[in-house]
């Protein structure tokens, strides 16, 4: 049994230690936003933030998380700059990256509200989005800027 805080509600969850956090959000939690797509650290679409911190839910073991403030996309607010940001520019195509880059974003934003371009771009780079909206993902994050 392991206990998650995420999303602001506890979750005792009847799970081995090292099953991966993405499995126990997605399965057993039920919130299906955040994505699974290459399970190896690599693309960014599992991405959930760990004690503010992006973290790729792929290749985190749930046993290491416990106690530990999780925040899924489902747990940004709807109102919030990014998202808001992300639906007036109409940034998605196919759209199954997007949760991870907006996590990504939403962290990126909350450490460093003034992050420069080139920040934006750095930060963001971790992120695979085979659709290409990369050129959006900046113009949506730098108007959740202003
Ligand atoms: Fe976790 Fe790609 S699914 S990084």
């Known amino acids: 049994m392991v206990e998650l805080y995420l999303n602001g509600r506890h979750y005792k969850v009847d799970v081995e230690e090292d099953t991966p956090l993405l499995w126990v959000i997605r399965e057993h939690i039920g ?13 960014g679409a599992c991405t959930v933030l ?3 911190n ?12 416990k106690g530990k403030r999780i925040i899924t ?14 639906i007036e520019l109409d940034v998605p195509q196919c759209g199954y990256c997007q949760p991870g880059q907006i996590v990504e974003a939403y962290a ?6 003034r992050a420069s371009k080139e920040e934006i771009i750095s930060v ?5 989005c085979r659709c290409g909206t990369y050129g959006r993902i900046l113009k949506a994050i730098q108007r959740a800027q202003k």
């Open 31 to 43: 919130l299906t936003g955040t994505k699974f797509g290459c399970g190896k650290g690599i693309c």
């Open 50 to 52: 760990v004690e503010e």
């Open 54 to 65: 992006p973290t790729r839910s792929c290749i985190t073991p749930v046993g290491s998380v």
């Open 73 to 86: 996309i489902e747990g940004i607010p709807s109102y919030h700059p990014v998202k808001r940001a992300w």
């Open 108 to 113: 990126l934003l909350n450490k460093n509200p």
């Open 124 to 128: 963001m780079s971790s992120h695979l």
